[in-house]
């Protein structure tokens, strides 16, 4: 009884995903994507699922920018834009020398040297502030979701930013004028239930710190413990029939340096997800409020200013949901 009712439960969920594939609305999301991309290769992963909601109709990709001055890390974006047939969505990176986080695999130096991309470097890049103010300024209000699966080096600035010749409304007024949603991988949440240290939190801990306090649209953030047991890129690697693919090549290339047989912790992936398809296809929420402490340790504080994602269900069952999008092929040109 017990496994024709967990047949029964898969099969209402592959329903219920479908269903939402079919009755999506035609006007895909606008999404400003923010990442580190380098430290870490779930973030191609979740690049791949952006551009394969991007093919089906179901985003619109305004930008995409890294939160990592690590030099990489425009030409990994470019790398990518490019696969999927989307060279020229405008790339941004935060000015300056910090935070820098080098790709200890170099997996990203690998298919930037392989694959064509149209950045060469990160100094032919947008600055990140200017381009997120543009993007906003000329939006429709309350139509922009940022998703953010790297550090809040940038949003920290945005929120920060005055009046400019951009727009009159400084970063708050126009992040809570323009912007619908924020969606993030961030924060953790420990055994004990009071926090935790997590990586994106941390690395920036004083720009954290800003945007938990301050940030003034509704937020969902998918943490540590979620993407933790949900492991993706064992099928992609395997599968013949995905060929010159720089998605796989990341994957391959560091999964066998970290002798990893069983999938990278899947954290960035359920950010796109949820920015996309919802909470409710696969996760539950409950509410929760964080302090950013000095050392960058979330620490849980009475209200209800964030939702943050649990699981629904099996972390098997939302990594095959996951790695059918991350093996999506481009579209051909003039599909």
């Not at 992040?175 to 939190?201: H, I, P, Q, W």
Request: glycine fraction near 6%; charge should be neutral; hydrophobic fraction near 40%.
């Amino acid at each position: 009884m017990n496994i024709m009712l967990c047949k029964l439960k898969w099969i209402l969920l592959s329903a219920a995903i479908l269903f939402c594939e079919i009755s999506l609305s035609q006007k895909p999301i606008p999404i400003i994507f923010d990442t580190d991309i380098a430290p870490d290769y779930d973030d191609v992963g979740a690049m791949a699922i952006l551009h394969a909601f991007a093919d089906k109709g179901e985003v619109k990709i305004l930008a995409t920018i890294s939160c990592n001055t690590f030099e990489t890390t425009g030409p990994t974006l470019s790398v990518l834009n490019t696969y999927f047939n989307r060279p020229d969505i405008p790339i941004g990176i935060t000015k300056g020398d910090f935070p820098n986080k080098s790709c200890s695999q170099q997996w990203a130096e690998a298919i930037v040297y392989k694959y064509p991309h149209a950045l060469a470097s990160n100094a032919q890049a947008h600055d990140a502030l200017p381009l997120y103010r543009r993007l906003l300024s000329s939006a429709p209000d309350s139509s922009i979701t940022i998703v953010t699966v790297g550090f809040f080096t940038n949003l920290a600035k945005l929120l920060e930013s005055p009046p400019d010749s951009i727009s009159p409304l400084n970063g708050m007024q126009l992040v809570s004028r323009k912007v619908k949603k924020l969606v993030s991988m961030a924060a953790r949440v420990d055994k004990d239930s009071t926090g935790g240290y997590e990586f994106n939190v941390a690395t920036d801990a004083k720009a954290s710190k800003k945007v938990f306090a301050n940030w003034p649209t509704p937020v969902i953030i998918s943490g540590f413990e979620v993407g933790e047991k949900i492991h993706t890129g064992i099928r992609l690697i395997k599968d013949d029939r995905i060929a010159n693919s720089p998605v796989k090549d990341a994957f391959q290339i560091a999964l066998t340096k970290d002798r990893n047989s069983i999938g990278r912790n899947s954290w960035d992936e359920t950010a796109v997800w949820v920015a996309v398809r919802g909470i409710d296809t696969l996760f539950s929420s409950r509410k929760l409020n964080f302090d950013i402490k000095d050392d960058g340790k979330n620490v849980i504080i009475p209200g209800s200013k964030f939702t943050y994602l649990e699981l629904k269900e099996s972390p098997e069952k939302i990594a095959t949901v996951l790695e059918d999008l991350m093996m999506h092929q481009p579209k051909k040109i003039g599909q």
